[in-house]
C-alpha cells in the first residue's frame, strides 16, 4: 500500500528559516567549501529579541536565522 504521507520539504541551511533571506552563515560555508571562514557573525549577535518561538520546529538546529530576524527587526517588503 502506498504512503500518503507527504515527503518533508529539504532545509536550505542558507536561508533564514524564518524569512528565507540568505542568512550569510560562515559555519554553513565552511561545511559546503571546506575552506576555513572568519568567524559567523552569529558569534557575538545578540538574540535575546529573535522571535524563537516562531521557527519552524523541522529547522531548528538545521538552519541559521538571518541578521534581521535574530534582532527581531519585521521582515522587509
Do not use: Y
Amino acid at each position: 500500500m502506498p504512503s500518503t504521507a507527504a515527503a518533508p520539504e529539504a532545509i536550505d541551511a542558507t536561508r533564514c528559516p524564518l524569512c528565507g533571506a540568505q542568512n550569510r552563515c560562515a559555519v554553513e560555508l565552511a561545511r559546503e567549501t571546506g575552506e576555513a571562514q572568519p568567524p559567523c557573525w552569529c558569534m557575538s549577535a545578540d538574540f535575546s529579541h529573535a522571535p524563537l518561538s516562531a521557527l519552524p520546529a523541522a529547522s531548528r538546529g538545521k538552519a541559521c536565522l538571518c541578521a534581521r530576524c535574530a534582532a527581531g527587526a519585521p521582515p522587509q517588503d
